[in-house]
C-alpha cells in the first residue's frame, strides 16, 4: 500500500488511568519529513510518540504509519515500519557498542546476523562517529555516548519512520547540530521522522515543520511557531524572536534576561 503521508492521527486520545492527556488528536505528516514536537512539561509529548509507536497501553482512535494501522501491527510489523526511541533506555548489560547497535536488527533476522547485517553497523557506526568505540562496553560510556550509540542502534534498524524522544538531552551542542543534520539527511533518503526536543531553537532551526501540544491538543500546528506571538501562548515565560532568513531564534525577553555585562566572580 502507498501512500504520500507516512503517519497519519485521526481523533487520538490517550489515558493513564482515568486521566485523559491526549484529547482528540488529528494530524499528519508527509513522507520525507522532519517534524519537531514541541511543548511545555506535561503536554501530551512522551505520550504522543509512545501512542505512534504502538507502546502506550490506554488510547483510542487511528494511527495509521505508511498506510497500515498501528493498532493492529505485531511486535515484528512495528518493528519493520517503526523505530522508536523512548527518553530512557537501559542496557544492563555489558554488550560492547557494536552489539548493541545490532540489536537494532532483531527485526530482520530470524536466528543470526548476516553479513549484510554487520555491515549496516558498520556503516551507522562510521556515521554517528562511533567506530572508535565499537568494541568497548557500552555500560562504560558516558551518557552522551550512550545515547549516541542508542540513536545508532535506532538508525540501523532501517525503519521508514523513527520516532524520538528527546534524543539531544544529553548531547553538547556540536553533537546537537551533528545529529539534526544527519535527521535531515535522513528524511533526505526518504525517511519520515518525527522528534520531541526541548529547545525551541534546535526545531525551529533544522525542522521542516512543527507540532506543538498545549494540555494534550495541537497548537498552533502548521506555521512558524515564533509568529503572531504563539510561544507566548505555549510556554510561559516572556520570550522575543531574531529573525534568522526565513526562520527565526528565539531568547529571554529583556525581563527575563537583561542583555548587559554579564555578572561573574571578579567582575565589578
Given amino acids: 500500500m502507498v501512500t504520500e503521508l507516512a503517519i497519519e492521527c485521526h481523533d487520538v486520545c490517550a489515558w493513564y488511568g482515568t486521566r485523559e492527556v ?6 499528519t505528516v508527509p513522507r520525507g519529513s522532519l517534524v519537531a514536537v514541541l511543548g511545555p512539561n506535561g503536554s501530551g509529548k ?16 487511528q494511527v495509521r504509519v505508511e498506510g497500515r494501522e498501528v493498532g493492529r501491527m505485531s511486535v515484528r510489523e512495528r518493528a519493520r515500519w517503526l523505530a522508536y526511541l523512548p527518553q530512557t533506555h537501559r542496557v544492563r548489560f555489558p554488550f560492547t557498542v557494536r552489539e548493541v547497535v545490532l540489536s537494532g536488527r532483531t527485526g530482520r533476522f530470524r536466528w543470526r546476523p548476516s553479513s549484510r547485517d554487520w555491515e549496516l553497523v558498520d556503516q551507522v557506526l ?18 552522551g555516548e550512550q545515547q549516541r550509540v542508542l ?30 543534520a544527519m535527521l535531515q539527511d535522513w528524511c533526505r533518503r526518504g525517511h519520515t521522522v518525527v522528534v520531541v526536543v526541548h529547545d525551541p ?16 491538543v495541537p497548537y498552533c500546528s502548521g506555521e512558524p511557531l515564533w509568529a503572531h506571538n504563539a510561544l507566548r501562548g505555549l510556554y510561559p515565560a516572556e520570550l522575543r524572536h531574531l529573525p534568522m532568513g526565513e526562520r527565526a531564534a528565539v531568547v529571554p525577553s529583556d525581563s ?8 561573574c566572580l571578579g567582575n565589578p
Fill in 22 to 27: 491526549l484529547h482528540g488528536v488529528n494530524w
Fill in 46 to 61: 512522551s505520550t504522543f510518540l509512545r501512542v505512534l509507536a504502538g507502546m502506550h497501553p490506554k488510547w483510542s482512535g
Fill in 126 to 143: 562510521s556515521q554517528t562517529g562511533l567506530h572508535e568505540l565499537a568494541d568497548r562496553s557500552y555500560t562504560d560510556l558516558s551518557g
Fill in 151 to 180: 540513536i545508532a542502534r535506532l538508525l540501523a534498524q532501517q525503519a521508514p519512520v523513527l520516532l524520538l524522544d528527546e534524543p539531544t538531552a544529553h548531547l553538547d551542542l556540536h553533537r546537537q547540530c551533528q545529529f539534526m
Fill in 201 to 216: 531553537n534546535l526545531a525551529f532551526a533544522w525542522a521542516d515543520d512543527w507540532l506543538a501540544l498545549r494540555d494534550g
Fill in 256 to 263: 527575563l534576561a537583561p542583555w548587559g555585562r554579564p555578572k
